[in-house]
């Protein structure tokens, strides 16, 4: 589930080792599933681990990962990493945003995947965000638009240069196109 690096385990067992006894870490996600996901790192005293928690053994040390974070840190590293700048803990959890799903799950899933979390995350610069809410029998990505995208001027190009790019270069034998549903409305909440 997560891989954390010798340089990582040994960071967090010098930092465990100035703890209380039998003091751990907790890996978390804080809104998983959603734009504004969080991933932390923190200390874990043996009477705040619950039954539900999955405790995952290192060196020296546990990992404990509530049961409601650990879909979303499938595929995350810890390193610890020391360059000219200093030292940094580094966390990367690329599934935090959404869970991961299968290979094979229905086109609809995996193309909201991709907006979760490859495209989401770039409009939520602007305030935006964006939803697959159908794919029409003529292979048609029907994506509706929200926040800051709604009534934005470059909409059009944000979807056809952009976001129609991403999705038929990921899903080319199964979509042709991307056509937006949205009824925009251009207002204070948009972004151009």
């Given at each position: 589930?997560?891989n954390?690096?010798?340089?990582?385990?040994a960071?967090?067992?010098?930092?465990?080792?100035?703890?209380?006894?039998?003091t751990?870490?907790?890996?978390?996600?804080?809104?998983?599933?959603?734009?504004?996901?969080?991933?932390?790192?923190?200390?874990c005293?043996?009477?705040?681990?619950?039954d539900?928690?999955?405790?995952?053994?290192?060196?020296?040390?546990?990992?404990?990962?509530?049961?409601?974070?650990?879909?979303?840190l499938?595929?995350?590293?810890?390193?610890?990493?020391?360059?000219k700048?200093?030292?940094?803990?580094?966390?990367?959890?690329?599934?935090?945003?959404?869970?991961?799903?299968?290979?094979?799950?229905?086109?609809?899933e995996?193309?909201?995947?991709?907006i979760?979390?490859?495209?989401?995350?770039?409009?939520?610069?602007?305030?935006?965000n964006?939803?697959?809410?159908?794919?029409?029998?003529?292979?048609?990505?029907?994506v509706?638009?929200?926040?800051?995208?709604?009534?934005?001027?470059?909409?059009?190009?944000?979807?056809?240069?952009g976001?129609?790019?991403e999705?038929l270069?990921?899903?080319?034998?199964?979509?042709?196109g991307?056509?937006?549903?949205?009824?925009?409305?251009?207002?204070?909440?948009?972004?151009?």
């Open positions: 589930m997560i954390i690096t010798d340089a990582a385990q960071h967090f067992a010098t930092l465990l080792s100035q703890q209380s006894a039998k751990n870490i907790r890996v978390f996600v804080v809104n998983p599933g959603t734009a504004q996901a969080e991933c932390g790192v923190s200390y005293p043996v009477d705040s681990v619950e539900t928690d999955i405790t995952l053994n290192f060196n020296g040390f546990d990992a404990v990962v509530d049961a409601d974070s650990a879909p979303f499938e595929e995350a590293d810890i390193d610890f990493v020391t360059d700048m200093g030292s940094q803990l580094t966390l990367k959890a690329p599934n935090a945003k959404a869970k991961k799903i299968q290979d094979d799950a229905p086109l609809l995996r193309l909201n995947y991709v979760e979390t490859e495209i989401n995350p770039q409009l939520a610069n602007h305030g935006g964006c939803l697959v809410t159908e794919v029409t029998e003529d292979k048609i990505a029907i509706q638009f929200g926040g800051g995208c709604n009534g934005c001027s470059q909409i059009d190009m944000t979807l056809k240069e976001i129609e790019k999705l270069a990921k899903f080319e034998d199964e979509i042709c991307v056509r937006d549903a949205t009824e925009h409305q251009a207002g204070e909440h948009s972004y151009y």
